[in-house]
């Protein structure tokens, strides 16, 4: 199968497990993440209609998008990696969305770089909903009072919440415990669901699903 289909497909599904879940297909935003693909291998996608795109490193991303966004208008890029504290300045300056805002120091620095660069991103507060040691995030208990420090210390305006369930485990509670968590925190955007289990994220909730290798093939 070629890119534009797998890309069609994935697509269709996504219509159609919102039409299933009694949700409006356009409630949901894929996000194509195009992470190891070289600009050529981007393109095609960019040809079909894809905007939205997501990388999980800002270096990477640094050395293809300013070269595909001069070619196409309107581009949107989502940071779905975590940031460390000295690439801030980059990666405000290149992404509009930062999924993996995690820990006090960095949401402090990302605010610092907005007000500097005048960039308002858009941002989601990464939830570690498996509480795995290995893995970024925010533990679900503390989720409340880190987007109320984010809010009202530091005067940022959070979007939503993230989670990337343990590899080994039924999803589905971990995207649930995601949906409670940001009612908890007055929030309606949840960015849930990769290549193995973007439908099950949308039955439960998601507005946008980070689809990769289903996309763009095996990386
Ligand atoms: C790589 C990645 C994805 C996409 O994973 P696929 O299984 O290839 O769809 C989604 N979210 C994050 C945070 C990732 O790092």
Redesign the pocket.
């Known amino acids: 199968m070629e890119l534009e289909d797998r890309l069609e497909e994935v697509h269709s599904r996504v219509r159609k497990a919102a039409s299933e879940a009694g949700r409006k297909p356009e409630q949901v935003t894929l ?1 194509a ?1 195009s ?1 190891t693909f070289d600009a050529d291998a981007i393109r095609p996608a960019i040809a079909a209609g894809q905007r939205v795109f ?1 990388e ?1 490193r800002v270096q990477e991303a640094q050395g293809k998008w300013p070269e595909l966004r001069a070619q196409t208008a309107g581009i949107e890029l989502h940071l ?2 975590p940031l460390q504290s000295n690439k801030t300045a980059d990666a405000v300056a290149l992404f509009d969305v930062i ?2 805002v995690d820990r006090e120091k960095i949401a402090r620095s990302i605010a610092d770089e907005m007000k500097r660069q005048g960039r308002a991103l858009r941002l989601y507060v990464q939830v570690n909903t498996g509480l795995e040691p290995q893995k970024a995030g925010i533990a679900p208990d503390d989720t409340l009072s880190f987007v109320t420090f984010c809010r009202e210390e530091l005067g940022l305006t959070i979007e939503g919440l ?1 989670c ?1 369930p343990p590899a080994d485990e039924n999803p589905g509670p971990h995207f649930a415990l995601l949906a409670k968590l940001a009612a908890r925190c007055s929030l309606d955007r949840l960015s849930m669901g ?3 289990d ?1 439908e099950v994220a949308i039955g439960f909730g998601a507005t946008s699903v ?7 093939g095996t ?1």
């Open positions: 996000v993440v992470k997501g999980n779905i990696g999924e993996t993230m990337i990769m290549s193995g973007y980070r689809v990769g290798s289903a996309i763009f990386r």
